[in-house]
C-alpha cells in the first residue's frame, strides 16, 4: 500500500485529493496546523474523512519539526499543498508569506533528500509566478514575472523544487495551478465571496455584496479536476513541470450574472462597488495553456464555468 502525505489536507484541495487517493488504495497522512485541530470550522472540509485517514500536526517552518515527520513516515509520496494562499499586497504580510511559502518547500525538500529520497513530491505552484505575464496564454515557457510577494514565494520554492531535481535527482515537481474553485473554497476568494452572499441574501441575513472592479477576468477551473492532475504528475515516468488549467477567461461579473440566475435574482439590484477593493489590473490577462498535460498525460478541464457556480450556490443555500 503505497503512503501519501498531503501538506494542508484540510484546505480545498487537500480534501479532495485524499478522497482521490483514497479511492485508489493509499495510506494517507495529513498535516495539519495545531490550532486547525481546535477549530471545527477549519476541519470541515475533512471531517467526513477522520476515520479513514491519519493526522499529524506540525509546524512546518520549523526544520526539525519536518524531519521527525519524514522520518516517522517515510512516504512514497508528498504533495505539498500547504500555503498562504491569498494574494496580499500589503508590506507588513511580506516576511510570514515568504516564510511559510519557502522555508516549508526548502524543509521538506531537505528531508526527502536526507531520509526518503525515492518520495515523489509534487509542489503547488500558481498563474501568480507569471504575475505581469508578458504573453497570452502563458504556457511553461513562458517568462516568470510575479507581482506580489505571493507570486514571489511561489516561485522561489519552485526554483528549489527544479534544483533539487536537477542537482540530487529528485522526483520533484511543480504544477502551475490556475484558479479552481468548488463548493470548498474559502469564502476569502471571489467565487465563494459570491456564491455564499447570494444564499445570504436568499435567507435574509445580508442585504447585498460588495466588490470591487466586476470586469477584472479569470481562468477559473474545477477543484475535484485539479487535484487528478496532481496525481497523474507523480504517477509520471519522469518529473516535469505543468500548467494546470481551463484556457477559458470569466470576468467577475459572469460570475455575478451566474450565481444570482441560479436564484432567479438579477445582481445589479444587490451590488455595490466599494473602490477600496480595487486592486491593481492585469495588463494582459493571467489564462494557462494546459495542452502540454494534456498531451503527456492526457488531462484536461472539463466541468463548465456556469455548473461550478450553480453548484457552489447551491451548496451555499443548504
Known amino acids: ?169 529528485l522526483f520533484a515537481c511543480t504544477g502551475f495551478t490556475y484558479n479552481h474553485e468548488s463548493p470548498r473554497r474559502g469564502r476569502t476568494f471571489v467565487t465563494r465571496k459570491v456564491t455564499s452572499s447570494v444564499a445570504d441574501i436568499v435567507h435574509g441575513k445580508q442585504d447585498f455584496i460588495e466588490l470591487g472592479n466586476i470586469q477584472a477576468k479569470r481562468d477559473w477551473g474545477y477543484a475535484p479536476e485539479y487535484v487528478q492532475a496532481m496525481y497523474l504528475m507523480l504517477q509520471n515516468k519522469t518529473p516535469k513541470d505543468y500548467v494546470i488549467s481551463t484556457g477559458i477567461l470569466h470576468t467577475v461579473e459572469d460570475l455575478l450574472k451566474i450565481a444570482f440566475d441560479t436564484v432567479d435574482l438579477d445582481y445589479h439590484k444587490y451590488l455595490r462597488i466599494n473602490e477600496s477593493f480595487i486592486r491593481p489590473g492585469e495588463k494582459i490577462p493571467l489564462v494557462g495553456d494546459s495542452s502540454l498535460i494534456y498531451k503527456d498525460l492526457g488531462w484536461k478541464a472539463k466541468k463548465p464555468f456556469n455548473e461550478i457556480i450553480e453548484e457552489m450556490v447551491r451548496s451555499d443555500l443548504k
Open 1 to 169: 500500500m503505497k503512503k501519501a502525505l498531503i501538506t494542508g489536507i484540510n484546505g480545498q484541495d487537500g480534501s479532495y485529493l485524499a478522497e482521490l487517493l483514497l479511492s485508489k488504495g493509499y495510506e494517507i497522512y495529513g498535516v495539519v496546523r495545531r490550532e486547525s485541530i481546535e477549530n471545527s470550522k477549519k476541519m470541515e472540509n475533512i471531517a467526513h474523512l477522520l476515520n479513514q485517514i491519519k493526522i499529524v500536526t506540525c509546524q512546518l517552518e520549523n526544520s526539525l519539526a519536518v524531519y521527525k515527520l519524514f522520518n516517522e513516515i517515510k512516504p512514497d509520496e508528498c504533495y505539498h499543498l500547504a500555503a498562504s494562499s491569498f494574494v496580499s499586497f500589503a508590506v507588513e504580510d511580506d516576511l510570514s508569506i515568504m516564510m511559510n511559502n519557502f522555508t516549508t518547500t526548502h524543509n521538506i525538500l531537505l528531508s526527502v533528500l536526507e531520509l526518503c529520497p525515492a518520495c515523489h513530491i509534487y509542489f503547488a505552484g500558481s498563474s501568480e509566478i507569471f504575475g505581469n505575464a508578458t504573453e497570452y496564454p502563458q504556457s511553461e515557457k513562458t517568462p516568470y514575472n510575479p507581482r506580489s510577494v505571493y507570486g514571489i514565494s511561489k516561485l522561489s520554492s519552485h526554483s528549489l523544487i527544479k534544483n533539487y531535481r536537477e542537482r540530487f535527482n
